[in-house]
């Protein structure tokens, strides 16, 4: 449950971008989907992977997050993202930890 609670910060983080960047721009749904998003995702993992180390419930989260905005915002085809992201928040969080250990190694 510790874990969850340190994760909200970074889950609210994303959730803001998943479903507030649509409500906004309406026009460039094809950028947040193969830029914003992913980057969003990539940076707010490396950053919660340093703080917290390797979480895999992070990236299902991650996942499980974009699911309703299939619905809401885009279409059925738009679910192969939900898998994409889900991966990149895993490399960034794996890439964070990896970061971090080599910190308390010096």
């Known amino acids: 449950m510790k874990k969850i609670i340190n994760q909200f910060a970074y889950l609210l983080i994303i959730a803001l971008t998943f479903y507030g960047l649509p409500?906004?721009?309406?026009?460039?749904k094809m950028l947040m989907l193969w830029i914003l998003f992913p980057l969003v995702c990539f940076l707010s993992a490396i950053v919660y992977g340093i703080k917290y180390l390797f979480s895999l419930v992070y990236s299902i989260l991650v996942m499980v997050l974009f699911i309703p905005t299939i619905?809401?915002?885009?279409?059925e085809t738009a679910s192969f993202y939900i898998g994409v992201y889900g991966v990149i928040s895993l490399v960034g969080n794996l890439l964070g930890s990896f970061?971090?250990?080599?910190?308390?190694?010096?």
């Open 99 to 106: 970061i971090r250990k080599i910190d308390d190694r010096k």
């Open 71 to 75: 619905f809401i915002f885009y279409n």
């Open 23 to 28: 409500l906004i721009d309406r026009e460039s």
